[in-house]
């Protein structure tokens, strides 16, 4: 098994965190390059590993002979023409999410994917690698609530990231939902429907907490509540609700403190304590199906792949369609590939 | 402050719950009286309460001079009349919930009290009186989380009643959320939907669980989950989220115990000792009001009062018309009285 | 079942909040009469029962034929000579912990019940009817952990009482760690040794926190600390280690509230909210006994007896006896009665 | 940052674990070889890292040129043979904890590692690693509960490992208190008494429970519990108290199940599932200061040294003399080195 020579596009806080992740805790990988638009930060992520390239040029970094695999963890925007170029390339790619901000882009990426032969990129939906989330899965397979009926999924921000649209956070953060619900039920989401909360005084104008049903095909209905100014923490949650009993995540923190009359754990102010592992963990399994000799990754479960992004950005638009008109019911619709 | 004395109409569960509560632990009553349509369980519910006598007869019961007040706990269908009547004979009267099954019926009853001058009936909705609802409604008031935005409920059983229908779950058990959600807000429901999750197999042909959608007229939305059929247990949830944080109630378990590779907590098979204490509070704070001298429990908060039966029934109302016509948003609508 | 008329004894924190919930909560008590040295505390306490009268004077409230039953909440240097003159009189006695400051004050107060006939004093060990210690004696009783084989035991305040040594610490606040583990465990304790941990800078020169080990005849360990400046709140801890498993007490707090990047729940300041519900049941089931027709409650487990209180002393005398020698173990024994 | 080539010896549970680990999870490590007197146990650990070589002779792969570094995981009677013959060969050690059964073994070790220049070993103490220790020892050092005062530790398995005597039990397994407590502290174990409870039915003879009174430097008072065969799970705690408040770990399970009236977390069988995360970062730090090109991982904080595993079998030493003499308080007394 040979050493995966990884290039990181992108090189703000997530490319950064994939750079020193893959450097410090991934067995058999290595950053060979690290692109970024600003130079100046391309230069001091690469300097958190030893070796690692900077440049300014992203296209460069997927043309790069000395580059084996990219991640893509620059704008949403720019995720579809990189993970383009990179399966031009023949590069194996993991692409944060979302894999574009609308469906048809999601549908070209795979569509591109699908002449170069298929299997080429993965995209960083790492909640499946949430060691929390990966039993929950486990257990809920195992029949340990029986057939579930009803979830129920809280995902909680201190705050917006500026710029931030209703659209944005349906489907740049709420996105998430759409694909662990499925995930979770080995069931797709079929129909939606959106029902903003009273707003947040906090949230600027936005229709922030947003409240979500989702309908999957085995006829499980979700309640997928997404806060983005919550203020108090980075707050994830998810109970599904089964025929004999419950499965749910537990608080995370592994310290308790008794002071000031309270007895308190402490919530993470965003979403690098909370998931630290599970990107890891992906980054891990990402970098073992590359060196293990096949091409891609494909078929490197739970990986997610570009079809998974496509069908999470079908859901997006859905949501989006429900929030214009009214709160009604929609039906989810992918397109052709 | 003269001794109350109280004639229990039911012998049923909750009829008997109240006998023993009343005898053994409410300051100021004493059970004169238990009436049942089944002269042996009232005579066996009489018994809890030495010096109370039985009787086959409800209505003897309520004009019997000997009775100060009467407690309504018979089959829901009774309640109307048996409160009217005990109004009539100008007795304060403790109605288990529903105030009635219907809205129309809710309503005869808010009339007939104005006629014998308004204050007599208070309405059973014990949860006012749990301790952990109480704490977490100060807390609300006092802004521990912010403005409220959303609220979070969850009401679940092991198994329906005999004969229950996806009618009476909402009006005799959702009921519940119908009354502690605007007293919780101080803000009126004025809009709702229905929406089925994926029905239990366990519950035998009935749309459960159930969620329902509630709008206050202060923006706030609730999503309300009642699974009658749940199995693992008695469970009651509630959590607010506000602006700054949230707020809700714990599990309530008061032993934890390690065996056989878990940490567990119980649940109760049923709402006696979960609302144990909320009906002890609820009977002495009625007992109060009455043996004060106040000719009625008016303005005993928080005794809910039979305006308060028919704004929840009113919810309930809406709430069927949803689930009668594909969970669409149905307006609350109570008829004047 | 007549109306048990009580005199309260004593109008400080303690005595007023017996007042007030034998009025308000105690079905089939009557506050009577207050006494306290400090008229005007009397007077205040009286208030909160309409209907009871104040007085000065402790042995006329005593002697007054219109009391039938006496609660002793007085200074601790008190309870013997008041609970002596009580059982002269022949009226129930229900005394505050501890029973007298020293094991032979205790002992010459349960030789003065025998003489009086005996069952006539019941002691404020309020612990056994505090609903999670009373649950976790049921557990343990119904054999949910296997053979008890080890208990830890906390025991937490904000701050010593004014005027509190160490020696007063162990017979005035540890003394409910002395019953409540033979209590437990059916087991009487045999010897104790105790451990100073490093001192408070809190505790201005007492030895605080405290742990001492505590032998029962069965066998069992007990470690049982506590910290009278703990500062952070009023915490109670108790943990059955067993062959199979083990029982604990869970945080008795109702609400959890996220706020400031923190999940928090409550701690009490002091007894009062935490054991609210144990003095209430201890009252009520001394009430009942009285009330019966019995005339003592002898027999009306589990409210500990004279003789409980002169076996607490005893432990308490053994642990001031290692805490003066350097931590050696210690016998325990009770003076022959 | 070159490769780090180890050789593991000892191909039991725990040496087969270490194998995995380095091979799939840290980063710069390859597994070069791997040796167990049961040639076939070795293959079958070997088999977990493609490329490593399996051998019988654990000489051989110490003096291997193709061995870089050695983790010794074998029977505990032969760590200290082991441990020198690497240090002679001037490869640095990882050494599965205790270093030696016997203080005097330690230390002729330690001897053995400075006359090779030192900082050739680190040991096994891998509780210093696991996340929630390391937050724990972090709010310590920043004052979250002011200065500390009282220890509570806990450490309980489903059944002691065959063979298993008192002895052991303390110089095998409660000796990671004896490390555990002073680096939390930052302060040495300077006297200890050992407590028997009664001993568990499930035991077979052995004295388990104990409870150890273990005293610092500092003043502050230890209370540690081990209990080999408490049945229920492995179950690992600690909780510091301090002047303004307490620290503690929390439960670490995941996830939180409803069924059959309870509410429960799991317990793991084993210390495999609760330290998997600090035996990986224990093995990602050493082979980081090993690849950084130093010589050895002197100084690469906080791995334990070799001192640190006499300074602990020093105090197990002390334990064991308190244990054969009555409880009695013993001083700890490390050999001069």
Request: aromatic residues 4%; proline residues 6%; contains cysteine.
């Given at each position: 098994?040979?050493?995966?020579?990884?290039?990181?596009?992108?090189?703000?806080?997530m490319?950064?965190?994939?750079?020193?992740?893959?450097?410090?805790?991934?067995?058999?990988?290595?950053?060979?390059?690290?692109?970024?638009?600003?130079?100046?930060?391309?230069?001091?992520?690469?300097?958190?590993?030893?070796?690692?390239?900077?440049?300014?040029?992203?296209?460069?970094?997927i043309a790069?002979?000395?580059v084996?695999?990219?991640?893509?963890?620059?704008?949403?925007?720019?995720?579809?023409e990189?993970?383009?170029a990179?399966?031009r390339?023949?590069?194996p790619?993991?692409?944060?999410?979302p894999?574009?901000?609308?469906?048809?882009?999601?549908?070209?990426?795979?569509?591109?994917e699908?002449?170069?032969?298929?299997?080429?990129?993965?995209?960083?939906?790492?909640?499946?690698?949430?060691?929390?989330?990966?039993?929950?899965?486990?257990?809920l397979?195992?029949?340990?609530?029986?057939t579930?009926l009803?979830l129920?999924?809280?995902?909680?921000?201190?705050?917006?990231?500026?710029?931030c649209?209703d659209?944005?956070g349906v489907?740049?953060?709420?996105?998430?939902?759409?694909?662990?619900?499925?995930?979770?039920?080995d069931?797709p989401?079929?129909e939606?429907?959106?029902?903003?909360?009273?707003?947040?005084?906090?949230?600027?104008?936005?229709?922030?907490?947003?409240?979500?049903?989702?309908?999957?095909a085995?006829?499980?209905?979700?309640?997928?509540?997404?806060?983005?100014?919550?203020?108090?923490?980075?707050?994830?949650r998810?109970?599904?609700?089964?025929?004999?009993?419950?499965?749910?995540?537990?608080?995370?923190?592994?310290l308790?403190?008794?002071?000031?009359?309270?007895?308190?754990t402490?919530?993470?102010a965003?979403?690098?304590?909370?998931?630290?592992?599970?990107?890891?963990?992906?980054?891990?399994?990402?970098?073992?199906?590359?060196?293990?000799?096949?091409?891609?990754?494909?078929?490197?479960?739970?990986?997610?792949?570009?079809?998974?992004?496509?069908?999470?950005?079908?859901?997006?638009?859905?949501?989006?369609?429900?929030?214009?008109?009214?709160?009604?019911?929609?039906?989810?619709?992918?397109?052709?590939?």
């Amino acid at each position: 098994m040979s050493t995966v020579r990884v290039g990181v596009v992108g090189a703000g806080n997530m490319g950064a965190d994939h750079v020193r992740t893959l450097h410090r805790f991934v067995s058999g990988a290595e950053v060979a390059a690290v692109a970024d638009t600003d130079e100046a930060r391309a230069a001091s992520a690469a300097a958190l590993a030893p070796g690692a390239r900077p440049t300014g040029d992203a296209h460069a970094l997927i043309a790069d002979p000395g580059v084996d695999a990219v991640v893509i963890a620059s704008h949403d925007s720019t995720h579809a023409e990189l993970a383009v170029a990179a399966v031009r390339a023949g590069k194996p790619v993991l692409c944060e999410k979302p894999l574009a901000p609308t469906t048809e882009e999601c549908a070209s990426v795979v569509r591109a994917e699908q002449r170069a032969g298929g299997g080429l990129i993965s995209l960083g939906f790492m909640r499946r690698f949430d060691p929390a989330h990966a039993e929950l899965k486990a257990a809920l397979a195992a029949g340990a609530c029986g057939t579930p009926l009803l979830l129920h999924c809280v995902s909680r921000g201190v705050s917006a990231a500026p710029g931030c649209t209703d659209a944005s956070g349906v489907t740049g953060s709420a996105v998430h939902e759409f694909d662990t619900v499925p995930w979770l039920l080995d069931s797709p989401i079929t129909e939606v429907s959106f029902h903003a909360a009273r707003p947040s005084p906090a949230a600027a104008g936005l229709r922030d907490p947003k409240v979500m049903l989702l309908r999957t095909a085995d006829g499980v209905l979700t309640t997928a509540e997404t806060f983005l100014n919550a203020g108090y923490g980075y707050d994830i949650r998810c109970e599904v609700v089964g025929e004999r009993g419950t499965l749910a995540l537990t608080d995370p923190a592994r310290l308790v403190t008794d002071a000031d009359r309270t007895r308190s754990t402490g919530h993470p102010a965003d979403w690098r304590p909370r998931f630290a592992d599970a990107y890891r963990l992906e980054l891990q399994a990402w970098t073992d199906a590359i060196g293990s000799g096949r091409a891609a990754p494909r078929g490197a479960a739970p990986l997610a792949t570009a079809l998974d992004g496509l069908t999470a950005a079908a859901v997006a638009d859905a949501v989006l369609a429900s929030m214009n008109d009214g709160g009604r019911t929609v039906a989810v619709r992918a397109p052709e590939v």
